[in-house]
């Protein structure tokens, strides 16, 4: 799964937890690297995005 740094704003209810180092989530937007290794959340496997 690769997701682009420039995704749209993150809600509260689809919270993504971005592990790389340089990448950073501020005010519910992802900055940082353009690419993600793993993505870690909560959400269903059906509504994770995935690019």
Known sequence: MKVR???KPISKEDRL???RSGVRIK???IRGGKKVR???SSIPKHKQRQG
């Open 5 to 7: 740094a420039s995704v």
């Open 17 to 19: 937890v971005i592990r």
């Open 27 to 29: 005010k519910g937007r």
């Open 38 to 40: 793993r993505i870690v």
